[in-house]
């Protein structure tokens, strides 16, 4: 089975996501019962509808359960002495030999004794087999359990933490299967490859009587796109998990980055025995565990969740002020765990559930008279009259629920937050620290180039006049980033006969399955666009030097503005990104003087092409220096000592900006596209002031990105920088591994020295003038698009005419003519056929067949109704797409035409959904994310709609062409 982090072929388990049923049981009370454990499994069980199920119908995506430590049941049911409660901890573990006898126990029993504990004993887990799939039980490793005395009880958790790790880089080295569930004096976690109704007959201990525990924590696992395992299963060893961390690449980053400081700060002169924080090979739940556990170590796990998982605070002014200084000094420190979450964490005194910024997980509660709680995804997972109900309630966004053994009752989210705000003056700090450094009021400066130098450098990065009016004109006259009609049609980066920039082999992801993207405009409260620039300071040694940061309102900024911060305190460095030799040997140098500046403590790197102003040579593509500086300062330890602005000529789309701040960057000054913009205005290409529409084109390139980034359901600017939230198409496994470190790619390319080339002929001006640009509509001269007037006039005349032979030569047109699209080069294996009696005939494959939804409206009632009653005709299924349907056509006529659609799309807040409608369908499609679609007031994420239509020659007057430019997403809806 593939391990996390693994690829072969297509199949890259970095994209694996679950959304679950989760939910615990517990007595505020502290009174153990085995009933507790009971119930606890019968909301497991009612939770399997959450779970995945395989198609055998046995086979889950895994389940499990988190209750204290049975003592007094495992006093009798192991055959050697226990100390008291309190006083030993069990280790649960996977592995895939027996340790106990084996040449690997007195390596684990050493580890222990290093820190000072004392291994009394193994013990098998009794499991009974009968209750799995035969081929899961196959795959079930030795479940064995061991107990250790603790000698000190002060620092237990750091002593456990660091004894686990040690044997845990011991197994790596002797290639040991070893997983530990869970290592704790309070809690034990039983969990599997198994469905919710599985694991109590699996593990016999939770079925005996004496096993008694006052909480219990369930889990049912529903994992999309992958493959499940007996150790991905839930509860993890602090926490269980709903839901996707989208930024999680990112936050690996970064933690990685600050985990050296982070780990010295715990462990002192230990340090060395822990050698990573997360283990990156883990799902995104196995890493937000490991994240949350170590933290712990220094912090109460609510605290640490809050600094994992904020509330949204910065458009939020319902909190009090003490909470929203809490939230925003932390911002100062960590970058936010975004995605559609839902946690629940456990250390045997306390119980929190926590939901995320947009309360995309349901979490509901209830307490009764005698003092027990039930917590869960949905309702009913645990009969409770309603005579003895005492509370009901909800997790509202960002909200967090703890449950407290020690108080015997729930602490309610305000009550917590403002005991946790209280405990240092983060207020008094940001009042009299936060550097208040008034960018948002220093105007645009317009430059003193002449014209000679402005065309030269647009030239040499390759502006054209199509981009200058027909993007950044648009951009700045609608203050929107132009939206792009769908229809990819001239060929990708890597097979384009154009040299292309390097951000056209980056095609931004977006939210699918479970996870919804974000309506940015509506939902702004949630959003963030707060940068910040300067040092990171010691998360774990909270106090009022971490605010020397400077704090940006957004992540754009203009050339004058990142003067205003070189006159500050802060110390910034700029590091010329010119060269004129090989691209390879130029990126190894401008990291050894990165290295070096940060080193002499320079607090902001700035990459700087305008050299090429006063000198010849080749700027190198921005992307590729600040993805490399990025990389290399994590792999140093140094990257969080200083922060990188991307000073670029070649900037000047969202994508851009995009890029950039995915793969590292703090801060973005497209200099030359705003020296563009003032151009326009002096041409009167556009209208009014040039401080401006410049302000207007830099607010609207930031707006750009949080767009963007909601179309992955991610809410700040702090989480979606370095969070690599990109595919890669087209550059070649080793660019990857070396400059672009653990993005996802399906397709290789190119070299460094093809890139070092390719950016060379780029910046290689062809005319003395500024070319005219074929990106967005076809030119003759220009480059080649799918549809031409060639294709276009074919297609229309086979359709107009019924001629089947202009139809081929279209075809042939499209598919045969060229060989630069993907599609092209792809071939049918060389395989011996099947007889043609084993294959189903077509009558009944096209049964299956359903068509794009399209409202009426969109392409007209006549098309819409005749593609109904064909698709009618043929038994497959037509989409109404959203707007609703003329009852008229529910009604089947007299010689049997039935021109309903059979799929009835509801989207929020559309007309023509009655009753009726919904009656006469025979699916129903509800549409989450209104205005995913290109038009539609909103768009993927790489593609846009621009306002106009091109005149084609040789096609109907009326039609044209819309065509998005190289860089945007060949996916499709």
């Not at 939230?725 to 399906?746: H, M, N, P, R, W």
Request: aromatic share 8%; charged share 25%.
């Amino acid at each position: 089975m593939l391990e996390y982090g693994k690829k072969i072929g297509l199949y890259d388990s970095r994209e694996e996501h679950d959304a679950c049923g989760i939910g615990f049981y517990a007595n505020m009370d502290n009174k153990r019962t085995h009933d507790i454990v009971e119930k606890s499994l019968e909301m497991l069980r009612r939770l399997d509808h959450r779970g995945g199920i395989g198609a055998d119908g046995v086979t889950g995506d895994g389940a499990g359960i988190m209750t204290e430590v049975p003592y007094s049941y495992f006093a009798q049911h192991v055959d050697f002495e226990l100390p008291e409660e309190g006083q030993y901890a069990v280790g649960m573990f996977f592995t895939n030999e027996k340790i106990a006898g084996s040449k690997h126990e007195a390596q684990f029993n050493n580890y222990f004794e290093v820190e000072g504990l004392t291994v009394l004993g193994y013990r098998d887990v009794p499991v009974d087999t009968h209750a799995i799939a035969a081929h899961v039980a196959e795959t079930m490793p030795y479940i064995q359990q061991v107990f250790v005395a603790l000698n000190d009880v002060s620092l237990i958790e750091r002593t456990l933490f660091l004894a686990r790790k040690q044997i845990e880089y011991y197994a790596q080295k002797q290639q040991l299967d070893l997983y530990f569930t869970s290592l704790s004096h309070r809690t034990v976690v039983y969990k599997g490859w198994l469905r919710s109704d599985q694991i109590k007959a699996l593990y016999q201990d939770l079925n005996h009587a004496d096993y008694v525990s006052k909480l219990g924590l369930v889990h049912s696992r529903f994992s999309t796109n992958t493959f499940p395992s007996w150790k991905r299963a839930h509860p993890n060893r602090l926490l269980m998990h709903n839901g996707e961390i989208n930024t999680i690449k990112g936050n690996v980053n970064w933690m990685r980055a600050r985990q050296n400081q982070l780990i010295e700060t715990i462990f002192g002169d230990d340090k060395d025995k822990v050698k990573e924080i997360v283990d990156e090979d883990g799902s995104d739940s196995a890493i937000v565990d490991n994240a949350l556990e170590f933290l712990s170590l220094a912090m109460e796990p609510e605290r640490a969740a809050m600094l994992m998982i904020p509330e949204p605070w910065l458009y939020n002014k319902a909190n009090d002020t003490n909470i929203r200084a809490f939230y925003e000094y932390y911002s100062y420190l960590m970058e936010p765990w975004d995605g559609p979450t839902m946690i629940s964490f456990c250390n045997g005194d306390k119980i929190g559930a926590l939901t995320d910024r947009n309360g995309l997980r349901p979490g509901r509660y209830t307490i009764t008279k005698d003092n027990y709680i039930v917590f869960s995804s949905e309702v009913g997972v645990v009969d409770v009259p309603e005579s003895q109900v005492a509370f009901k309630g909800q997790l509202n966004p960002g909200k967090l629920l703890l449950v407290d053994f020690n108080e015997h009752k729930v602490i309610e989210n305000n009550e917590l937050k403002a005991r946790i705000a209280n405990e240092l003056p983060y207020e008094s700090w940001l009042s009299q620290f936060k550097v208040n450094l008034d960018l948002e009021h220093i105007k645009y400066q317009p430059s003193n180039w002449d014209n000679a130098t402005l065309t030269r450098l647009q030239k040499q990065f390759v502006y054209t006049k199509e981009e200058m009016d027909k993007y950044l004109t648009e951009l700045v006259e609608n203050k929107k980033d132009p939206i792009g009609a769908m229809g990819y049609d001239v060929p990708i980066a890597v097979l384009n006969e154009k040299d292309e920039t390097l951000f056209n082999y980056f095609k931004q992801l977006f939210a699918q399955v479970t996870n919804p993207p974000i309506d940015a405009y509506r939902e702004k409260i949630v959003t963030s666009e707060l940068s910040y620039l300067g040092g990171e300071g010691n998360l774990l040694q909270p106090n009022e030097t971490v605010l020397k940061r400077i704090q940006l309102q957004r992540p754009v900024l203009t050339e004058a503005q990142l003067t205003a911060i070189e006159q500050s305190h802060l110390d910034v460095a700029h590091i010329a990104t010119i060269y004129n030799g090989d691209l390879e040997t130029a990126l190894e140098q401008i990291g050894d003087k990165a290295i070096q500046a940060v080193k002499n403590n320079k607090e902001v790197l700035v990459l700087d092409d305008r050299g090429l102003v006063e000198r010849s040579g080749y700027a190198m593509p921005m992307l590729l220096a600040v993805s490399h500086i990025h990389q290399l300062l994590i792999r140093e330890g140094l990257r969080m000592k200083t922060s990188i602005v991307a000073l670029s000529g070649e900037t000047r789309e969202v994508h851009h900006v995009a890029c950039l701040l995915g793969y590292g960057a703090n801060a973005v000054v497209p200099y030359l596209a705003q020296r563009t913009i003032e151009q326009l205005v002096n041409q009167q290409r556009l209208v009014g002031d040039i401080s401006e529409n410049v302000q207007t084109y830099t607010d609207t390139l930031s707006e750009g990105v949080i767009k963007v980034m909601a179309k992955m359901g991610i809410s700040t600017v702090q989480s979606y920088q370095g969070a690599q939230i990109f595919e890669a198409v087209g550059l070649s496994d080793a660019v990857i591994d070396k400059y672009f470190t653990g993005t996802q790619t399906k397709l290789s390319g190119i070299s460094i020295e093809m890139i070092d080339q390719e950016n060379k002929a780029r910046q290689t001006p062809k005319s003395e003038y500024i070319e005219s640009g074929s990106t967005f509509q076809w030119r003759q001269q220009g480059q080649y698009h799918a549809f031409n007037p060639t294709s276009i006039h074919l297609l229309q005349h086979a359709c107009r005419l019924n001629d089947y032979e202009k139809f081929k030569a279209f075809s042939h047109e499209v598919n045969h003519k060229r060989t630069d699209h993907i599609r092209h080069l792809m071939e049918f294996k060389k395989q011996t056929p099947i007889d043609i009696n084993e294959v189903e005939p077509a009558s009944e494959i096209v049964q299956r067949f359903n068509t794009g939804a399209m409202s009426y409206g969109s392409i007209s009632e006549e098309a819409h109704q005749t593609l109904a009653e064909a698709m009618n005709q043929i038994g497959g299924k037509s989409n109404s797409g959203e707007g609703g349907e003329n009852p008229q056509r529910f009604i089947v006529d007299e010689a049997g035409h039935n021109r309903s659609s059979a799929i009835k799309q509801v989207a929020s807040g559309r007309f023509g959904v009655t009753s009726d409608y919904l009656q006469h369908a025979k699916e129903i499609q509800i549409k989450v994310a209104q205005g995913a679609k290109p038009g539609e007031g909103g768009q993927l994420p790489g593609t846009k709609v621009y306002p106009w239509i091109a005149e084609v020659r040789g096609s109907t007057p009326g039609i044209g062409l819309i065509s998005p430019p190289p860089h945007h997403d060949i996916y499709s809806i």
